[in-house]
């Protein structure tokens, strides 16, 4: 499910509201273990363009 829900964000990417959208998604379907390596990923991937999407989503989960 995770490199599902990466592939997802990569090709969503442009667009901010499915990234948001589809990142919240995410949190749901995945484990704590995924969860965190999915932070990572979108941490490395991103930061620079959605830091506050990121930092919204995973202050909620």
Do not use: C, R
């Not at 990417?13 to 704590?32: C, N, Q, R, T, V």
């Not at 999915?38 to 202050?59: A, G, P």
Request: hydrophobic content about 45%.
């Amino acid at each position: 499910m995770l490199e599902h829900q990466k592939h997802i964000l990569i090709s969503i990417s442009a667009d901010k509201h499915l990234f948001h959208k589809e990142l919240k998604k995410s949190i749901g379907w995945l484990d704590p273990s995924e969860m965190a390596k999915l932070h990572t990923w979108v941490m490395k991937n991103y930061w620079k363009t959605h830091k506050d999407v990121i930092s919204e989503v995973f202050t909620m989960a």
